[in-house]
């Protein structure tokens, strides 16, 4: 078996498709084609960009080759498809992921370099589309990949960002946002689709109106009406056959905007008066885990909720017209969190007022439409909309709502007679001070499915989040773990490692990731463990250069690298990160001969800009790098970086890199994280909780190949029951006191003494929601196992191979047959 795959070239096209000419000759000539003619240049003149822009209309002229096929095959077929509605993709730079996709990556490196181009300086041309702020947005952009892959039909929904995620820079230690101008200089993959315009409404009010038969009828008034404008991002399959579609929605003013109606809203802030309908899709929220809470939020969701179900509607008609009798049969729509959860009361509305279906007949058919995604338990996160708000926006669909909930409380009331309380839990409506519309109740009412994210979350989504419906509705709560695509977070990023596994086992590997454990057996392989460890080597330097070019740090490629990327935020918990290297730090001024192998600690985080201890964990870890990297008597053993501007295109830098993969949300907290994944799959080991997917990272590798510390959900669970009382630790552990006290001296912030402290503050009279203190010690102790593994070279590397070895679980495209089974019962449709 190794013998015939090894003789298979690391490097072969993936894709043959007989009509499209992939060779090196073609190209070539499409490149200059469209330099000439797209561009009006030519290979003299040209710059990066310019041979950016002319490579990626090149790989488009392919891809919308398959567009075109994709689209007539799924329309002959009359396929059943998924709607994925998302208010983030994060989809990152393209080019080279769809020149991969094609097979095409080394032909186009050698086209171009004997156009005296280097692919490398090209693709840094590419702006990140940065439509999102973390693992959701991640999560959507992993799986339309590998539905594409995978040849099933689907469609991508969300919004136009003019902007997306800000850029972070960083001045004296601190976030500074800067806005994203992604489309500056045009986007090479999106098609403007004119031709499917959608229009929706806002605002206004209901007439109530009696129909012929003396029945009730209700007409909505709108006082303003919005156009929205589709993009379309086509999706390449790895291969190259199935092409789907990303379509995002772009606002634009209709000749029917009512001005007064819309500024009397007063919904954005005071300075933009001279509001625009072209506002709705100007943004992205840049918060994570927390609701925006502002109007605009809820009319961007609506607006692009209801122009895709528009969209979906239109589609469905042109086969079936108005026999809406097989409409679920041939749509299922993926809610992505409740961010379009407002499309339930829409379709409510379509079927009611529009298409006159009676009330259960239109009930029947919205909940066999939508499943939801739940992603996190934190309570702050969980949406609420002020009733009046929705009233005052989209005053039918309250009315709907209201309609929805009185109908399901008279469910509860079958199942438990008499139980107010119990009414009171599971209403949509929350009776506060203010009436709320509770989004995930509605959610899980309106659809037929609805999964949590890792086996763990969706246990507790189950047990503590929503027990009741659980209860009420068994079996339509369900796990379906979450996944990254190999392609991406594998054989694009990390060539290095993707060509020694393809010479061991292989090149199918990025469809079939299962067969990573082949390598298994190469574990204890001396040779290959050399051939491995290499690898990281490269990629480290590779990463060390960088680091160099973005913040001047020189750093010890021979140190471990230390990597904790992701969303910076309390129980994602950068700060227990932080409290260790100070207590390291401090080791090393008592003990110079402290016994540790050099490390750099490498940092990547964005802060909601309203997070003001989010910020102050930034400005700290700033600071404490700026002491540690200057101070010759510690500076041979850590280091601490903090990369600006995390996002796709330098996570795609960073994770090849790292020995060490930072996981260490307090237990409970994190839904499952995808990071871990990307990490692990690149031969990091995983120091983390028993949290959210680690608990299914370590059952895959195995104990002794992750180091894994703190309090379980059930010990986090008592403590808290207890009474948790963090003074308890700091008074206890001289070191946690010395490090915490510390922040309050200047020593970090020289003249500045106090700026850390509420840092401090948090974790002691803030109560330390997440534990941190209770977590310290065992923390500190895995980071010793930890340190002594990395010392023995041999046992090192067999753990991190067998890390690669072991992440098959972990592809996106499981998760998505996950969904295909269990939710959205698809089938493929194989183009040509
Ligand atoms: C994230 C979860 O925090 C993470 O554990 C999980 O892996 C990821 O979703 C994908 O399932 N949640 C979010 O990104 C999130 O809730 N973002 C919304 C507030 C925008």
Known sequence: KSASSSQQSANNPVSTIPELDLSKKAFKEAVVRHLHSTLGTDENKANNHAWFKAASAAIQELVLNRLRKTQKSHYLNDTRAVHYFSAEFLMGRLLSNNMHNFGLFETAQAALQELGVDLTDVLEEEPDMALGNGGLGRLAACYIDSLATMDYPAIGYGIHYEYGLFRQEIKNGAQIERPDNWRDYGNPWEICRPESIQEISLYGYVETKYGKKGQIQKEWHPGAIVKGLPWDIPVVGYGGKTVNVLRLWESQASGYFNWDVFNAGGYVDAERENVEAETISKVLYPNDETEAGKELRLIQQYFFSACSLKDIIRRYKRAHGDDWSRFTDQVVIQLNDTHPAIAIPELMRILVDRAELDWDSAWEICQNTFAYTNHTLLPEALEKWPARMIEKVLPRHLEIIYEINHRFLSEVEKKWPGDNLMKAKLSIIEESNEKMVRMGNLSVIGAFAV???????????????????????????????????????????????????????????????????????????????????????????????????????????????????????????????????????????????????????????????????????????????????????????????????????????????????????????????????????????????????????????????????????????????????????????????????????????????????????????????????????SYSEANIRLDEAYKDKTRWAKMAILNTAKMGKFTSDRSIEDYVSKIWKLEKCGIE
């Open 451 to 777: 999964n949590g994210v890792a086996e763990i979350h969706s246990r507790l989504v189950k047990q503590n989040l929503f027990p009741e419906f659980d209860a009420l509705y068994p079996g339509k709560l369900t796990n379906v773990t979450n996944g990254i695509t190999p392609r991406r977070w594998l054989k694009a990023c990390n060539p290095l490692l993707s060509d020694l596994i393809s010479k061991k086992i292989g090149n199918d590997w990025p469809l079939h990731l299962s067969k990573l454990d082949d390598l298994s057996t190469l574990a204890d392989n001396k040779t290959f463990q050399n051939a491995f460890m290499r690898v990281k080597q490269k990629n480290k330097d590779a990463l060390a250069k960088e680091i160099k070019q973005l913040t001047g740090i020189s750093v010890d490629t021979k140190a471990i690298f230390d990597i904790q990327i992701k969303r910076l935020h309390e129980y994602k918990r950068q700060h227990l990160n932080l409290l260790h290297i100070l207590a390291l730090y401090r080791r090393l001024l008592e003990n110079p001969d402290y016994e540790m192998h050099p490390r750099v600690f490498i940092f990547g985080a964005k802060a909601a800009p309203g997070y003001a201890l989010a910020k102050t964990i930034i400005y700290a870890i700033n600071k404490v790098a700026d002491k540690i990297n200057a101070d010759v008597r510690v500076n041979q053993k850590i280091k601490v970086v903090f990369l600006p501007n995390y996002r796709v295109s330098l996570a795609e830098k960073m994770i090849p890199a790292a020995d060490v993969s930072q996981q260490i949300s307090t237990a409970g907290k994190e839904a499952s994280g995808t990071g871990n994944m990307k990490l692990a799959l690149n031969g990091a080991l995983t120091i983390g909780t028993l949290d959210g997917a680690n608990i299914e990272i370590a059952e895959e590798v195995g104990d002794d190949n992750i180091f894994i510390f703190g309090n379980t959900v059930e010990q986090v669970e008592a403590l808290t029951a207890r009474g948790y009382n963090p003074y308890d630790y700091y008074y206890n552990n001289k070191e946690i006191k010395a490090v915490l006290d510390w922040l309050d001296s200047d020593y970090f912030t020289p003249g500045q003494p106090g700026e850390l402290s509420p840092l401090k503050q948090s974790m002691l009279d803030g109560g330390d929601p997440y534990l941190v203190l209770a977590d310290f010690e």
